[in-house]
């Protein structure tokens, strides 16, 4: 499962990996004296859910009543007592209406014979007395007729997914004409119990046969391979699927919708891509390179990608990113691009590429227990860095493993310090955050450099073919590590998977001359009441005279010391040189000409960009002529950080800096370095005219995020031409252009680009919405009485309808934001009053102004109101106040 990527677009933060600090204190150690009245309680624990029996097969037939949003369902489940002799049976189904519970046995005459049996259901699990004992060595078939009713259920949600209510009916009703109508399904963590009963728990798994009943306009796609379909006669037609290969309920998928499909192979396993009508045509763009990752990570892990075959849907209305159902993966609508989109890079393949990587580690071998999730998403994303190294090189797989170390340190600090595997979780999704993904996909980094390529490869292969359609804890992973190496590797899944926190290393140097010796000497600094004293290998490069000599060492106490001998003072002494290290660090080099031969000579994406971010800070003319250097670096996104720290150079060395950054933003082959050359350009040498001119041509470009940064850039440095230019670009779909212009109009826009933000609103969706909703607040904060009350029935549109509750929320915000501007407006306004004189001309537009505000603050507060008593979302009730 991919996190929901709307906190991608609330928090951008980079760092330097291992991330620099400011210098810190050995922390002090806080003595806690214990409440002796204290009733001391166990801690919480989630154990993987116990098993009474186990899924052998899952048959389901469904169909729809659009109108109602219900879905009728029949379903076959084959089961077997796990090893105690049973007589209940409990399956999870939530919310549903139960027609029948049935045991299916063969009477007399070989044919299936149906009895009632008795059950207990309270909404949430169905309680069957089974009349009889029924030991290991006996299979049950039971047959439950229901329906499910999605829309009736108390909804719940996390970061990760949104909404936990299992199937969706997207504009049901067809009210919405730019809008197509669709049903899917989405089963992470436990919610498709919520259209079949089943044993809804990552530790089963289960074949599967499903038909589903559609009108004859509709395709499906579900798990496996289509069998045959059945047209009904009635304008109906059933599609039949099978999937024969064990996966764990959560895993099952349908998705119902007018989809144009694109077909190719791989190794004559059918690979199709499910897009809407209006991208058919760049469905090979979108997807393309699906077949080159299935023969990659097949050949790179030795283990043939193992099911039927493998299908991807962009959906409408996701309540997550991605998911990585067996066979069948769905995408949120992020993913739809056209092929001038993908100029400024595609929004999707590190998405493919974790959903794919799914399916060995996730899919084929699950974690058997929500505690365990990073055996499934650690891996998941460390597949994004795999296929990066292996399409683009090491640059571009670094610049994702130092992504993924400032996404986790950001929630550190938000949200503090966690175990990677935690049974003291309070809702399974909390387990989906920025450890079991970001901080997980380092930590597998850190292994496989610590083993060796060929071990790391060859421990993954074990692992999946010794536990393939299996349920699974950490420690097997370790054990098919050890199994390869040789090697006792308790130490290194205590520390990294077993415990909180991560080093933080405080890094001095020194060198000798009378002794020719240099030292180094490591402190970890970090919270010993949180985290483990960490035993650390780690590699040192030492650059003398033109030659480089690697240092192996192991840090392993509060403070080590090493001490190499050198023939002369070195050039740089280079701290974890392969740039493996999840840690934060000082590293207290003493000069900047050191951070320039960084630069200048140490090999890795790492070392340049933390001598970038380093040199950056500094105005000494060794710094302002490495970073200058920096512009023209190999890779394009250092060129872009470089140009982003390019401010003191800018001011010391402006003739050659703003040449630089002209012919990048003419001249470079990446658009978005362009783009940031055309920002920076118009940030400190906005009055040149030359620079004017470039700004005007970037408007005409191909790429969008060019036209946006120019367009942006504009309204700083001429805002009659950023006017200009935004009108002529308002019928633009793209969304970044869209919001570009929503940018131009919220600094200098008035009541008349109004009619634009309202037009707007009704075209623009998914994430590209959520930005142009915190714009339009922006907007209407410089706006008068009438417009804002024109923008209420939009924004409530926002806030009380949007499918994803974090696109209500901001509806939510700006209308919080407005009534709090009107309360300042009102306070100012009734000050001003009292000390009026009476009489004053002023006096009478004051008191009209006043009521007018109060008028609209009241609207405003009024549909708060109502917001407060419809919304049932728990995480927004919170927000808001409310008790859930």
């Not at 829309?151 to 199937?167: P, V």
């Not at 001998?565 to 000069?591: A, G, Q, R």
């Not at 200058?628 to 996104?637: E, I, K, R």
Request: charged share 30%.
């Amino acid at each position: 499962m991919l996190k929901n990527l709307t906190y991608l677009l609330v928090v951008t933060i980079f760092f330097i990996g291992c991330k620099t600090l400011e210098p810190i204190e050995l922390p002090e150690q806080i003595i806690e004296v214990e409440d002796p009245n204290k009733i001391p309680t166990r801690p919480i624990y989630n154990a993987s859910n116990t098993k009474h029996f186990d899924l052998i097969h899952t048959k389901l037939a469904v169909s729809f009543n659009w109108e109602k949003a219900h879905m009728y369902g029949k379903a076959e489940i084959t089961l077997v007592p796990h090893f105690y002799t049973q007589e209940t049976l409990v399956l999870n189904a939530r919310g549903m209406d139960l027609n029948k519970v049935q045991l299916i046995t063969l009477g007399s005459d070989s044919l299936p014979l149906y009895t009632d049996l008795k059950y207990n259901y309270d909404s949430l699990l169905i309680t069957i007395d089974l009349a009889k004992k029924y030991t290991q060595n006996d299979t049950l078939k039971i047959f439950i007729d229901y329906t499910s009713k999605p829309n009736e259920l108390k909804e719940g949600g996390s970061n990760a997914i949104s909404s936990d209510k299992g199937l969706y009916f997207i504009n049901e009703k067809g009210e919405d004409k730019d809008k197509p109508m669709q049903i899917w399904t989405q089963g992470e963590t436990q919610s498709n119990s919520a259209w079949f009963p089943t044993i809804d728990s990552p530790n089963q798994k289960s074949t599967e046969e499903i038909a589903i009943t559609v009108s004859e306009k509709y395709k499906t796609l579900s798990n496996g391979i289509l069998s045959y379909s059945e047209i009904n006669g009635d304008g109906t037609r059933t599609d039949f699927w099978e999937q024969n290969m064990k996966h764990a309920p959560y895993l099952f998928m349908m998705t119902i919708g007018e989809f144009e499909i694109y077909k190719e192979t791989w190794r004559d396993i059918e690979v199709n891509y499910y897009v809407e009508k209006e991208y058919a045509e760049y469905s090979k763009d979108i997807f393309g390179l699906t077949p080159e990752m299935l023969e990659f990570f097949s050949n790179k892990l030795g283990v043939d990608y193992p099911w039927q075959k493998y299908s991807q849907v962009i959906v409408r209305d996701y309540v997550s990113g991605a998911m990585e159902n067996t066979s069948a993966v769905i995408f949120g609508e992020f993913t739809h691009q056209t092929k001038r989109e993908m100029i400024d890079g595609s929004a999707g393949e590190d998405v493919i590429s974790h959903e794919l990587f799914h399916h060995w580690f996730g899919d084929l071998v699950t974690c058997e227990s929500w505690a365990n999730l990073p055996l499934n998403e650690s891996f998941a994303t460390y597949g994004e860095v795999l296929w990066r190294e292996h399409k683009y090189g090491n640059d571009k797989a670094a610049e994702g493993l130092q992504n993924d170390l400032n996404t986790y340190l950001s929630q550190v600090k938000r949200g503090g310090k966690k175990d990677m595997i935690r049974f003291d979780y309070e809702k399974r999704e909390d387990m989906f955050d920025r450890h079991t993904y970001q901080k997980g996909g380092r930590i597998l980094h850190m292994l496989r450099k610590h083993i060796g390529d060929e071990a790391f490869f060859a421990s993954l292969k074990l692992y999946l073919e010794t536990n393939k359609y299996t349920d699974v804890e950490m420690h097997q992973l370790r054990m098919a590590c050890e199994k390869i190496t040789g090697e006792d590797l308790n130490w290194f899944f205590n520390q990294w998977f077993y415990a909180k926190g991560h080093p933080e290393l405080d890094i001095t140097y020194n060198y000798i001359d009378s002794t020719k010796t240099q030292t180094i000497t490591i402190k970890q600094m970090q919270d010993l009441n949180i985290a483990p004293i960490y035993y650390l290998p780690v590699d040192i490069d030492i650059y003398v005279g033109g030659k480089v000599e690697k240092k192996q060492v192991i840090i392993n106490g509060i403070t080590n010391t090493f001490s190499f001998e050198v023939e002369s003072k070195p050039d740089l002494v280079n701290f974890d040189s392969d740039k493996m290290l999840l840690c934060e660090k000082i590293d207290n080099h003493t000069t900047i000409k050191e951070w320039a031969f960084m630069y200048n000579n140490a090999p890795r994406y790492l070392d340049r960009y933390e001598a970038i971010k380093k040199l950056s800070k500094s105005g000494d003319e060794i710094a302002i002529a490495a970073i200058t250097n920096a512009l023209n670096d190999n890779y394009p996104y250092l060129r872009r950080i470089a140009i982003r720290g390019i401010k003191k150079a800018a001011k010391s060395n402006s003739e050659e800096v703003k040449n630089k950054l002209l012919n990048l933003a003419k001249n470079d082959t990446n658009s978005k370095v362009r783009g940031d050359a055309i920002a920076v350009l118009s940030k400190y040498f906005k009055d040149d005219e030359e620079v004017k001119a470039v700004l005007i041509n970037g408007i005409s470009e191909e790429s969008y995020y060019v036209i946006g940064k120019s367009l942006s850039s504009l309204s700083e440095a001429s805002y009659t031409d950023a006017m200009k230019f935004s009108k002529s670009l308002e019928n633009e779909k793209n969304s970044r252009i869209k919001n570009a212009v929503c940018g131009v109009y919220a600094e200098h826009g008035t009541a008349e680009q109004h009619s634009f933000f309202i037009k707007t609103a009704k075209e623009i969706s998914g994430f590209g919405k959520y930005s142009f909703i915190m714009t339009y607040g922006k907007y209407l904060k410089n706006q008068n009485n009438k417009t804002v009350k024109e923008a209420i029935p939009v924004l409530e549109d926002v806030a009380k309808n949007e499918e994803a509750w974090w696109m209500r929320m901001t509806g939510i915000n700006v209308l919080t934001d407005l009534e709090e501007m009107y309360n300042n407006r009102i306070h100012v306004a009734e000050k001003e009053l009292k000390d009026i004189k009476p009489g004053d001309d002023k006096e009478l537009d004051l008191r009209n102004a006043l009521s007018n505000n109060k008028e609209t603050k009241t609207a405003i507060e009024t549909l708060l109101n109502e917001i407060k008593e419809t919304e049932k979302n728990p995480r927004l009730r919170k927000m808001m106040g409310l008790k859930d």
